[in-house]
């Protein structure tokens, strides 16, 4: 099986604390290789989680509300 890329926007993430928390949030997810965040200040950041194999999209988005945060729409 070879990686994945999932890309998800987010809201309410301004600042290198709110990518730490998400990041953390997403890394611990089984399979989560790197996550790397576009991020737009008072608007909708794009989140990227590479992962070995795929993640469903009520997994990563129980993960960024455990970090504070709301997953508001995605693309695959």
């Known amino acids: 099986m070879g990686t994945v ?6 809201s309410g993430m301004t600042c290198g604390h709110c990518v730490s928390s998400v ?4 890394e611990a ?3 989560v290789e790197k996550v790397d965040v576009d991020l737009h200040a008072g608007g909708i ?9 795929t993640l469903s999209f009520s997994e990563i988005g ?3 509300a455990e970090a504070g945060y709301l997953m508001v729409a995605s693309e695959a």
């Open 45 to 53: 950041s794009t989140v990227t989680i590479t992962s070995a194999g």
């Open 23 to 26: 990041s953390e949030e997403l």
């Open 62 to 64: 129980e993960a960024v």
């Open 29 to 31: 997810l089984s399979g």
């Open 5 to 10: 890329s999932t890309t998800v926007n987010v």
